[in-house]
């Protein structure tokens, strides 16, 4: 667990490099980094790493190292979707039941920022 190292460091840099194991997937901690760089709005770019196991380990045919690492790639845009929404959720002034609380400035979500 670095998670105090990665609060540290996110807040001293400008951008980050998100390294996501293609064998194992999106594991706890890759979300609370995500989550850790989000909220300092540091740009991040996502690096699937050990693509080559899929082949030689795991000996998926191409078709289904695509699915693999497309269904990694979904999920970390549903971790980044979430933290958005919830963003979005608490800058609206939104309680439990979706009625409006304080009523706080529309700002349009720049989505260019995640990842495709």
């Given at each position: 667990d670095f998670s105090s190292e990665v609060s540290t460091a996110v807040r001293l840099?400008?951008?980050?490099?998100?390294?996501?194991?293609?064998?194992?997937?999106v594991g706890i901690q890759t979300q609370v980094v995500l989550q850790q760089a989000y909220r300092?709005?540091?740009?991040?770019?996502?690096?699937?790493?050990?693509?080559?196991?899929?082949?030689?380990?795991?000996?998926l045919t191409p078709e289904e190292a695509y699915?693999?690492?497309?269904?990694?790639?979904?999920?970390?845009?549903?971790?980044?979707?979430?933290?958005?929404?919830?963003?979005q959720i608490e800058k609206a002034g939104l309680d439990a039941d979706g009625a409006h609380g304080c009523h706080a400035d529309d700002e349009d979500v720049d989505t260019d920022d995640w990842f495709m």
């Open positions: 840099c400008d951008g980050g490099i998100v390294l996501v194991d293609a064998v194992d997937g300092e709005k540091v740009r991040m770019c996502l690096v699937i790493n050990k693509v080559d196991l899929l082949f030689t380990t795991l000996k699915e693999d690492l497309r269904s990694t790639l979904a999920s970390v845009n549903v971790i980044m979707s979430s933290l958005v929404n919830a963003d």
